[in-house]
């Protein structure tokens, strides 16, 4: 019941800020002001977390296919493991456990501290003015960021395959090279797209939605990043299976 | 870099005050009980929820390689080694820093910013034993047994998938299964994960022991939570799964 309650508030919170939207365009200077927080504050984040991905592809997939006898096999599975899933789910996670999370507490704060209130009364529209440059913000970088994850995931597989391993780095190349088409990075970036709009909007409804005090934040910002990771796996599944089923 | 130091010499400390309430005695076990029945069930429907699309995913794209080479049978081992050596316990851990560590933190902080905390001091009770420790030691016991239910979510997964949806043989499915799936790698996914719960414990305790600044201070606690304990667990996957997976590949 709960979950049908919550629902139905995000649905309504949907309505209003498509009508806030309709009305007016957010200020493009609020907007490049979000990109550039989500974005840099969160690629070193990111990058650290894209190598290690990367490293544990290239072990896994190696000792998979080593007992079958594929030891070629590993570029092209790091390329399609890499490329087509991990490297966007984890941006996205992280993503939502860094930026997410901090647009849904600054929202929850401003909720406790009735500054969204002051903002309805001067009539300025709260999910306008709050929500809308998070979002925008949010969906300009997330597929770059995907991008710039992939790539790093790549590298350190290549490095794990050729020094760790000792493995042909050429041979690696070459089946990674075979195995990624444009396709897939355009796919990857599209996954990051709509991730992006799921972080920004689901970590903004709980901000909004957040009760008193203290805890009242924390458990906003507990909620916002939980319901963020299982949208985005499963909304992940839906993509993959539309892109390559 | 002397405060990056000093951070880590607190944390170190903190882990040690976490390690003598429990040696002491002086950590309730009533507490220990309560914290893990709370996290189990909180973190219960998400770990599922995340790593059963997963292993759908998995048997998707594993399945595309194995036609290439006619090896349709080995899909399921396949699927099985990449659920439980890897993705149930990135993704699970994940999910419990994000649902069990953060609200962890979160009630920490809150009890910080309202002075419940100096008050169990002033009462001359240990605080970190008392409030700290059970919610670390919880994480540390949920971790790995959200992760074993995390595996067997993931192969019903990658089964949806490869039998349900693509149409594979499902007799093929189990047999190879069982046949290449081994016990060892079961254990190395429950030793990694009771590691990533104990990083995730000691942060999330950490960060919300020592909250400050109100109610954006326990926000901030939650937020580096998330980020701290998935940055440095999935650090350390790389360590273990050298370790465990990196010899044996030629």
């Known amino acids: 019941m709960r979950f049908l309650e919550s ?32 974005g840099v504050r969160s690629l070193p984040v990111l990058l650290v977390i894209a190598v290690f991905v990367g490293t544990n592809l290239a072990l896994q997939g190696a000792n998979a296919f080593a007992q079958l006898g594929g030891q070629n096999l590993v570029g092209t599975f790091v390329a399609m493991a ?20 901090e647009m849904a507490s600054q929202i929850a704060v401003m909720r406790i ?43 350190a597989s290549w490095a794990v395959v050729v020094l760790q391993l000792g493995q042909s780095g050429a041979v690696f190349l070459a089946e990674a090279r075979a195995t990624v088409t444009g396709a897939d990075l355009a796919f990857s970036m599209v996954k990051g797209l709509a991730f ?21 934040v924390g458990r906003a910002t507990n909620a916002a990043v939980v319901t963020v990771s299982v949208a985005v796996v499963c909304l992940n599944y839906l993509l993959s299976v539309v892109f390559y089923g | 870099m002397m405060g990056t130091l000093a951070l880590l010499g607190q944390i170190g400390l903190f882990a040690a005050r976490i390690v003598q309430g429990v040696l002491t005695g002086r950590m309730p076990l009533s507490a220990l009980a309560f914290h893990l029945h709370t996290v189990v069930i909180r973190c219960l429907a998400p ?3 995340v790593v059963f699309p997963f292993g759908m995913v998995m048997a998707l794209q594993g399945l595309q390689i194995f036609r290439m080479y006619g090896a349709e049978r080995l899909l ?7 659920i439980i050596r890897e993705l149930s316990p990135v ?21 910080r910013i309202k002075e419940e905390i100096d008050a169990t001091d002033v009462m001359a009770v240990d605080s970190v034993a008392y409030h700290a420790a059970p919610r670390a030691i919880a994480l540390v016991i949920a971790c790995p ?7 067997v979510s993931g192969i019903l997964g990658g089964y949806v998938s490869a039998v349900w949806i693509q149409g594979e043989p499902a007799g093929t499915f189990w047999a190879a299964l069982w046949d290449m799936t081994t016990p060892g790698d079961l254990w190395a996914s429950v030793l990694k994960t009771t590691v990533f719960g104990a990083i995730i414990g000691l942060l999330s305790c950490f960060f919300g022991y020592h909250a400050r600044g109100g109610a954006a201070g326990v926000g901030k606690a939650v937020n580096d939570t998330v980020v701290w304990s998935i940055l440095v667990f999935i650090a350390a996957n790389y360590l273990l799964t050298s370790a465990f997976f990196g010899g044996g590949t030629s």
Do not use: H
């Not at chain 1, 992006?196 to 009242?216: D, K």
């Not at chain 2, 399921?76 to 990449?82: Q, T």
């Open chain 1, 7 to 38: 629902a139905g508030r995000f649905a309504y919170f949907l309505v209003d800020f498509g009508r806030a939207m309709a009305r007016r365009p957010p200020s493009l200077g609020a907007i490049l002001e979000e990109a550039f927080r989500i």
């Open chain 1, 82 to 101: 890499g490329v087509r899933e991990m490297a966007p789910v984890i941006a996205a996670a992280m993503i939502a456990a860094k930026a997410g999370t």
């Open chain 1, 113 to 155: 501290r009735e500054q969204i209130d002051a903002l309805e009364v001067m009539a300025v529209n709260p999910l306008w003015y709050l929500v809308a440059p998070r979002l925008l913000g949010i969906v300009l970088v997330l597929p770059a960021l995907t991008i710039l994850a992939i790539f790093v995931t790549l590298l």
């Open chain 1, 196 to 216: 992006g709009v799921i972080i920004a909007l689901v970590s903004c409804f709980f901000g909004f939605q957040a009760g008193r005090g203290p805890e009242g």
């Open chain 2, 47 to 49: 770990v599922l929820a």
């Open chain 2, 76 to 82: 399921s081992p396949f699927v099985a080694a990449a």
């Open chain 2, 91 to 111: 993704m699970a851990s994940t999910l419990v820093a994000a649902q069990g560590g953060s609200s962890f933190a979160a009630e920490l902080g809150a009890m």
């Open chain 2, 145 to 151: 047994l959200l992760n074993v239910l995390g595996c």
